[in-house]
Protein backbone atom coordinates (compact mmCIF):
# COMPACT_ATOMS: atom_id res chain seq x y z
CA UNK A 1 0.00 0.00 0.00
CA UNK A 2 1.31 3.35 -1.02
CA UNK A 3 1.96 5.70 1.67
CA UNK A 4 0.04 9.40 2.02
CA UNK A 5 1.74 11.84 3.19
CA UNK A 6 0.31 14.81 4.28
CA UNK A 7 0.28 18.22 2.87
CA UNK A 8 2.22 20.66 4.62
CA UNK A 9 -0.13 23.44 5.95
CA UNK A 10 1.04 27.11 5.79
CA UNK A 11 -0.22 29.44 8.52
CA UNK A 12 -3.80 30.33 8.43
CA UNK A 13 -4.29 26.84 8.29
CA UNK A 14 -4.16 26.38 4.10
CA UNK A 15 -2.73 23.25 2.58
CA UNK A 16 -0.17 23.22 -0.20
CA UNK A 17 -0.05 20.79 -3.12
CA UNK A 18 2.63 19.05 -4.52
CA UNK A 19 5.72 21.33 -6.43
CA UNK A 20 8.74 22.94 -5.76
CA UNK A 21 7.98 24.99 -2.56
CA UNK A 22 8.45 28.88 -2.56
CA UNK A 23 10.68 30.93 -0.80
CA UNK A 24 8.89 33.37 1.75
CA UNK A 25 9.63 37.18 1.14
CA UNK A 26 10.13 38.93 4.00
CA UNK A 27 7.26 42.03 4.84
CA UNK A 28 8.14 45.35 3.68
CA UNK A 29 7.98 46.75 7.06
CA UNK A 30 10.40 44.03 8.46
CA UNK A 31 12.86 45.28 5.50
CA UNK A 32 12.40 48.55 5.87
CA UNK A 33 13.33 48.11 9.63
CA UNK A 34 16.44 46.02 9.10
CA UNK A 35 17.67 48.92 6.55
CA UNK A 36 17.74 51.21 8.99
CA UNK A 37 19.38 49.11 11.54
CA UNK A 38 22.22 48.85 8.96
CA UNK A 39 21.99 52.45 8.66
CA UNK A 40 23.83 53.09 12.28
CA UNK A 41 21.43 56.61 13.05
CA UNK A 42 22.25 56.78 16.54
CA UNK A 43 25.62 57.08 15.15
CA UNK A 44 25.03 59.22 12.69
CA UNK A 45 23.26 61.50 14.84
CA UNK A 46 26.49 62.16 16.80
CA UNK A 47 28.03 62.74 13.69
CA UNK A 48 25.62 65.43 12.59
CA UNK A 49 26.39 67.05 15.90
CA UNK A 50 29.69 67.49 15.46
CA UNK A 51 29.00 68.94 11.27
CA UNK A 52 26.38 71.57 13.28
CA UNK A 53 29.13 73.02 15.55
CA UNK A 54 31.51 72.99 12.86
CA UNK A 55 29.03 75.07 10.83
CA UNK A 56 27.99 77.15 13.60
CA UNK A 57 31.14 77.85 15.23
CA UNK A 58 32.38 78.62 11.27
CA UNK A 59 29.41 81.30 10.62
CA UNK A 60 28.90 84.78 10.53
CA UNK A 61 26.79 86.05 13.89
CA UNK A 62 23.65 85.11 11.87
CA UNK A 63 23.77 81.27 10.48
CA UNK A 64 21.96 80.29 7.23
CA UNK A 65 19.38 77.47 7.81
CA UNK A 66 18.52 76.42 4.55
CA UNK A 67 22.59 76.05 3.97
CA UNK A 68 22.87 74.14 6.97
CA UNK A 69 20.33 71.69 6.55
CA UNK A 70 21.93 71.01 2.82
CA UNK A 71 24.82 70.13 4.94
CA UNK A 72 23.48 68.07 7.54
CA UNK A 73 22.09 66.21 4.61
CA UNK A 74 24.88 65.43 2.66
CA UNK A 75 26.99 65.03 5.92
CA UNK A 76 24.09 62.40 6.48
CA UNK A 77 23.84 60.73 3.92
CA UNK A 78 27.68 59.87 3.36
CA UNK A 79 27.74 58.83 6.71
CA UNK A 80 24.97 56.48 6.18
CA UNK A 81 26.40 55.13 2.67
CA UNK A 82 29.95 54.97 4.57
CA UNK A 83 28.75 52.34 7.33
CA UNK A 84 26.66 50.64 5.01
CA UNK A 85 29.68 49.46 2.40
CA UNK A 86 31.74 49.03 6.40
CA UNK A 87 28.89 46.21 7.09
CA UNK A 88 28.97 44.66 3.57
CA UNK A 89 32.42 44.16 3.02
CA UNK A 90 32.58 42.88 7.04
CA UNK A 91 29.68 40.58 6.62
CA UNK A 92 32.02 37.10 7.28
CA UNK A 93 33.53 38.36 9.62
CA UNK A 94 30.79 39.96 11.63
CA UNK A 95 29.22 36.43 12.15
CA UNK A 96 32.47 35.19 13.74
CA UNK A 97 31.99 37.97 16.47
CA UNK A 98 29.00 38.00 19.39
CA UNK A 99 29.05 41.77 19.51
CA UNK A 100 28.03 41.64 15.61
CA UNK A 101 26.42 38.16 14.13
CA UNK A 102 23.07 39.73 14.65
CA UNK A 103 23.38 42.78 12.42
CA UNK A 104 21.00 42.99 8.97
CA UNK A 105 23.84 41.82 6.87
CA UNK A 106 25.01 38.60 8.58
CA UNK A 107 21.59 37.09 8.91
CA UNK A 108 20.74 38.34 5.93
CA UNK A 109 18.13 40.36 6.81
CA UNK A 110 19.91 42.90 3.96
CA UNK A 111 21.52 41.50 1.25
CA UNK A 112 25.22 42.05 0.80
CA UNK A 113 24.52 43.44 -2.78
CA UNK A 114 21.81 45.09 -1.73
CA UNK A 115 23.84 46.93 1.04
CA UNK A 116 26.37 47.99 -1.77
CA UNK A 117 24.18 49.15 -4.00
CA UNK A 118 22.84 51.08 -1.35
CA UNK A 119 26.28 52.23 -0.02
CA UNK A 120 27.46 53.12 -3.58
CA UNK A 121 24.05 55.06 -4.05
CA UNK A 122 24.58 57.59 -0.98
CA UNK A 123 28.05 57.88 -1.56
CA UNK A 124 26.83 58.94 -4.87
CA UNK A 125 24.19 61.15 -4.34
CA UNK A 126 25.67 62.32 -0.66
CA UNK A 127 28.75 64.32 -2.80
CA UNK A 128 26.69 65.42 -5.65
CA UNK A 129 24.08 66.92 -3.09
CA UNK A 130 26.81 68.54 -1.05
CA UNK A 131 28.37 69.61 -4.40
CA UNK A 132 25.86 71.58 -5.69
CA UNK A 133 24.08 73.01 -2.59
CA UNK A 134 27.08 73.95 -0.37
CA UNK A 135 30.26 73.73 -2.29
CA UNK A 136 33.11 71.95 -3.55
CA UNK A 137 35.45 71.86 -1.11
CA UNK A 138 32.73 70.05 1.28
CA UNK A 139 31.74 67.83 -1.09
CA UNK A 140 35.52 66.55 -1.53
CA UNK A 141 36.24 66.04 2.31
CA UNK A 142 32.82 64.16 2.45
CA UNK A 143 33.56 61.91 -0.15
CA UNK A 144 37.32 61.28 1.39
CA UNK A 145 35.80 60.83 4.47
CA UNK A 146 33.68 58.07 3.05
CA UNK A 147 36.57 56.44 1.40
CA UNK A 148 39.39 56.94 3.63
CA UNK A 149 36.50 54.91 6.21
CA UNK A 150 35.29 52.20 3.84
CA UNK A 151 38.05 51.38 1.65
CA UNK A 152 41.38 52.34 3.85
CA UNK A 153 40.07 51.87 7.65
CA UNK A 154 37.92 48.49 6.86
CA UNK A 155 40.71 46.59 5.29
CA UNK A 156 43.21 47.87 7.67
CA UNK A 157 41.29 46.52 10.27
CA UNK A 158 42.37 42.64 9.23
CA UNK A 159 45.96 43.95 8.51
CA UNK A 160 47.79 46.22 11.32
CA UNK A 161 46.92 47.80 14.64
CA UNK A 162 47.51 51.36 12.79
CA UNK A 163 43.67 50.90 11.98
CA UNK A 164 42.44 52.94 14.61
CA UNK A 165 45.03 55.95 13.99
CA UNK A 166 43.76 56.06 10.15
CA UNK A 167 40.77 55.17 11.12
CA UNK A 168 40.61 58.02 13.58
CA UNK A 169 40.86 60.73 10.46
CA UNK A 170 37.65 59.92 8.94
CA UNK A 171 36.17 60.26 12.05
CA UNK A 172 37.76 63.90 12.47
CA UNK A 173 36.15 65.41 9.19
CA UNK A 174 32.67 65.76 10.16
CA UNK A 175 33.22 68.86 12.00
CA UNK A 176 35.83 70.07 9.86
CA UNK A 177 32.99 69.56 6.94
CA UNK A 178 30.42 72.03 8.97
CA UNK A 179 33.28 74.75 8.81
CA UNK A 180 34.06 74.65 5.13
CA UNK A 181 30.39 74.58 4.51
CA UNK A 182 29.97 77.73 6.54
CA UNK A 183 33.52 79.56 5.57
CA UNK A 184 33.83 77.58 1.62
CA UNK A 185 37.78 77.32 3.35
CA UNK A 186 39.84 75.11 6.31
CA UNK A 187 41.25 77.71 8.00
CA UNK A 188 42.32 77.54 12.25
CA UNK A 189 39.16 76.94 13.71
CA UNK A 190 38.21 73.95 11.88
CA UNK A 191 41.90 72.61 11.61
CA UNK A 192 41.62 72.64 15.46
CA UNK A 193 38.03 71.40 15.49
CA UNK A 194 39.30 68.27 13.33
CA UNK A 195 42.36 67.87 15.63
CA UNK A 196 40.19 67.36 18.70
CA UNK A 197 37.89 64.83 17.21
CA UNK A 198 40.99 63.12 15.90
CA UNK A 199 42.24 63.08 19.81
CA UNK A 200 39.48 61.85 21.10
CA UNK A 201 39.07 59.06 18.91
CA UNK A 202 42.14 57.13 19.86
CA UNK A 203 41.16 56.03 23.48
CA UNK A 204 37.40 56.63 22.64
CA UNK A 205 38.23 53.15 20.28
CA UNK A 206 40.82 51.82 22.68
CA UNK A 207 38.35 51.33 25.54
CA UNK A 208 36.18 49.96 22.81
CA UNK A 209 38.84 47.60 21.41
CA UNK A 210 39.98 46.32 25.35
CA UNK A 211 36.11 45.91 25.94
CA UNK A 212 35.60 43.56 23.05
CA UNK A 213 39.28 41.74 22.47
CA UNK A 214 37.79 38.13 22.43
CA UNK A 215 35.13 39.53 19.88
CA UNK A 216 37.84 40.90 18.05
CA UNK A 217 40.24 38.15 18.22
CA UNK A 218 37.67 35.75 17.02
CA UNK A 219 36.83 38.20 14.10
CA UNK A 220 40.64 38.04 12.84
CA UNK A 221 40.91 41.86 13.78
CA UNK A 222 44.40 43.25 14.56
CA UNK A 223 43.20 46.09 16.97
CA UNK A 224 46.21 46.36 19.81
CA UNK A 225 44.19 45.11 22.29
CA UNK A 226 44.64 41.71 20.29
CA UNK A 227 48.26 42.22 18.81
CA UNK A 228 49.56 43.33 22.61
CA UNK A 229 48.02 40.99 25.00
CA UNK A 230 49.62 42.16 27.44
CA UNK A 231 47.63 45.27 27.47
CA UNK A 232 50.00 47.30 28.02
CA UNK A 233 50.57 49.24 24.89
CA UNK A 234 46.53 49.89 25.06
CA UNK A 235 47.02 51.40 28.49
CA UNK A 236 49.71 53.64 27.54
CA UNK A 237 48.51 54.84 24.20
CA UNK A 238 44.86 55.46 26.05
CA UNK A 239 47.20 57.92 29.12
CA UNK A 240 49.15 59.48 26.21
CA UNK A 241 45.91 60.29 23.67
CA UNK A 242 44.04 61.71 26.26
CA UNK A 243 47.10 63.89 27.53
CA UNK A 244 46.87 65.26 24.10
CA UNK A 245 43.38 65.63 24.03
CA UNK A 246 42.78 67.65 27.09
CA UNK A 247 46.06 70.17 25.43
CA UNK A 248 44.10 70.10 21.99
CA UNK A 249 40.84 71.20 23.53
CA UNK A 250 42.40 74.09 25.20
CA UNK A 251 42.96 75.70 21.59
CA UNK A 252 39.37 76.77 21.15
CA UNK A 253 40.27 79.12 23.93
CA UNK A 254 44.09 80.13 23.61
CA UNK A 255 42.74 80.93 19.39
CA UNK A 256 39.49 82.47 20.38
CA UNK A 257 37.23 80.65 18.80
CA UNK A 258 35.59 79.98 22.51
CA UNK A 259 35.39 82.08 25.59
CA UNK A 260 35.80 81.21 29.26
CA UNK A 261 33.18 79.80 30.06
CA UNK A 262 34.24 77.14 27.88
CA UNK A 263 37.80 76.94 28.95
CA UNK A 264 36.04 76.00 32.49
CA UNK A 265 34.39 73.27 31.02
CA UNK A 266 37.01 71.57 29.14
CA UNK A 267 39.30 71.60 31.80
CA UNK A 268 36.98 69.99 34.24
CA UNK A 269 35.79 67.66 31.58
CA UNK A 270 39.29 66.48 30.32
CA UNK A 271 40.35 66.33 34.01
CA UNK A 272 37.62 63.72 34.17
CA UNK A 273 38.50 61.61 31.26
CA UNK A 274 41.93 61.89 32.05
CA UNK A 275 41.36 60.29 35.68
CA UNK A 276 38.99 57.65 33.99
CA UNK A 277 41.91 56.67 31.79
CA UNK A 278 44.53 56.28 34.87
CA UNK A 279 41.65 54.30 36.54
CA UNK A 280 41.25 51.99 33.45
CA UNK A 281 45.89 51.82 33.20
CA UNK A 282 45.21 50.50 36.84
CA UNK A 283 42.93 48.45 37.29
CA UNK A 284 43.23 46.94 34.02
CA UNK A 285 39.85 45.10 33.98
CA UNK A 286 36.52 45.42 31.44
CA UNK A 287 34.20 47.66 33.99
CA UNK A 288 36.93 50.60 33.69
CA UNK A 289 37.77 50.10 30.04
CA UNK A 290 33.76 50.64 30.01
CA UNK A 291 33.70 53.39 32.43
CA UNK A 292 36.46 55.53 30.10
CA UNK A 293 34.24 54.53 26.74
CA UNK A 294 30.89 56.18 28.61
CA UNK A 295 33.29 59.06 29.55
CA UNK A 296 33.96 59.65 26.51
CA UNK A 297 30.43 59.22 24.51
CA UNK A 298 29.18 62.01 27.09
CA UNK A 299 32.71 63.96 27.33
CA UNK A 300 32.40 65.32 23.42
CA UNK A 301 28.77 66.52 22.82
CA UNK A 302 29.49 68.29 26.10
CA UNK A 303 32.57 70.00 25.15
CA UNK A 304 31.07 70.89 21.85
CA UNK A 305 27.74 71.84 22.33
CA UNK A 306 29.49 74.41 25.38
CA UNK A 307 32.13 75.32 23.05
CA UNK A 308 29.04 76.59 20.08
CA UNK A 309 27.60 77.78 23.46
CA UNK A 310 30.08 79.98 24.02
CA UNK A 311 31.10 81.15 20.61
CA UNK A 312 33.51 84.08 20.22
CA UNK A 313 31.97 85.71 17.79
CA UNK A 314 35.27 87.69 17.11
CA UNK A 315 37.16 85.12 15.84
CA UNK A 316 35.45 85.07 12.73
Known amino acids: MKAVVPAPILPGGSKVSGGPSVPQVPPLTQV ?25 LGSKVEMASALLWHTLLGTGLLAIGAFALNQAIEKDYDKLMERTRQRPIPTERVGKTAAVVFGCLCFAVGTAYLW ?18 AAVYTPMKRMTSLNTLVGAIPGALPPLMGWTAAQNSIGMGGMILASILFFWQLPHFLALALMYKDDYRLGGFKMLSVTDPSGEACYRHIIVQTLILVLVSLFPFVFRLA ?15 LLAAISLSRRRDRPAARALFFTSLVYLPVLLLVMAWDKAILFV
Open 32 to 56: ISSFFEMMKLKMVFHILITTYVGYY
Open 259 to 273: GPWYLAIALIGGGYF
Open 132 to 149: IYVNPLTSFLGGLTLVLY
